[in-house]
């Protein structure tokens, strides 16, 4: 009888380890499901917010500030360049640019490589502003470093720097 108690105790025993490693790979299969789930999504938003931010800095080209404001949260705040102050909403994104971009004789925009990390987009481009013919104002070609965070489809905080010039 303490023979087949041992036995049957061994089974139980060799049984439950069985179903223990057995719910131990399905929870770790789980796992690395619901991280590849969480990485492909991940990835998807990455490629929409790159997209989103490429057709927004493309959209320039039309010299129109309310194709522009799509693409913009009403609570934007755009950094124009080191020391500006911020322009805050899209009211006032719409009154400082409006003029100013329908002045130009064209506008430019050369993106030569965008990446996202989660909400956050940088891209790197040269800015061509062309003056209108006679306006006595020089053309102008910046270098630029582009800062853009998402939320909710539409970029809420935008801030460009000037790239050092290369030696």
Same mark, same amino acid.
């Given at each position: 009888?303490? $023979? $087949?108690?041992?036995?049957?105790?061994? =089974?139980?025993?060799?049984?439950?380890?069985?179903?223990?490693?057995?719910?131990?790979?399905?929870?770790?299969? !789980?796992?690395?499901? *619901?991280? *590849?789930?969480?990485?492909?999504?991940?990835?998807?938003? $990455?490629?929409?917010?790159? /997209?989103?931010?490429? #057709?927004?800095?493309?959209?320039?080209?039309?010299? %129109?500030? /309310?194709?522009?404001?799509?693409?913009?949260? @009403?609570?934007? /705040?755009?950094?124009?360049? $080191?020391?500006?102050?911020?322009?805050?909403?899209?009211?006032?994104? =719409?009154? =400082?640019?409006? +003029?100013?971009?329908?002045?130009?004789? /064209?506008?430019?925009?050369?993106?030569? =490589?965008?990446?996202?990390? +989660? %909400?956050?987009?940088?891209?790197?481009?040269?800015?061509?502003?062309?003056?209108? @013919? +006679?306006?006595?104002? @020089? *053309?102008?070609?910046?270098?630029?470093?582009?800062?853009?965070?998402?939320? %909710?489809?539409?970029?809420?905080?935008? !801030? *460009?720097? #000037?790239?050092?010039?290369? !030696?």
């Amino acid at each position: 009888m303490f $023979e $087949e108690t041992t036995n049957l105790g061994r =089974r139980v025993m060799v049984s439950t380890l069985g179903l223990s490693a057995l719910g131990s790979l399905i929870s770790t299969s !789980a796992a690395a499901t *619901d991280a *590849d789930k969480s990485k492909k999504d991940n990835a998807a938003n $990455e490629k929409q917010i790159i /997209e989103l931010v490429t #057709n927004f800095c493309l959209a320039w080209s039309s010299k %129109d500030v /309310e194709k522009l404001i799509p693409f913009v949260s @009403p609570e934007i /705040e755009y950094h124009m360049f $080191e020391g500006a102050p911020p322009i805050k909403g899209v009211d006032q994104f =719409r009154q =400082r640019l409006s +003029g100013f971009m329908s002045a130009m004789k /064209e506008i430019k925009w050369e993106i030569f =490589r965008s990446h996202a990390v +989660g %909400d956050i987009v940088l891209n790197e481009r040269i800015d061509h502003f062309i003056q209108a @013919p +006679g306006s006595g104002k @020089p *053309d102008n070609h910046f270098h630029i470093a582009g800062v853009f965070l998402v939320r %909710d489809s539409k970029i809420t905080y935008w !801030a *460009d720097y #000037n790239m050092p010039a290369k !030696a």
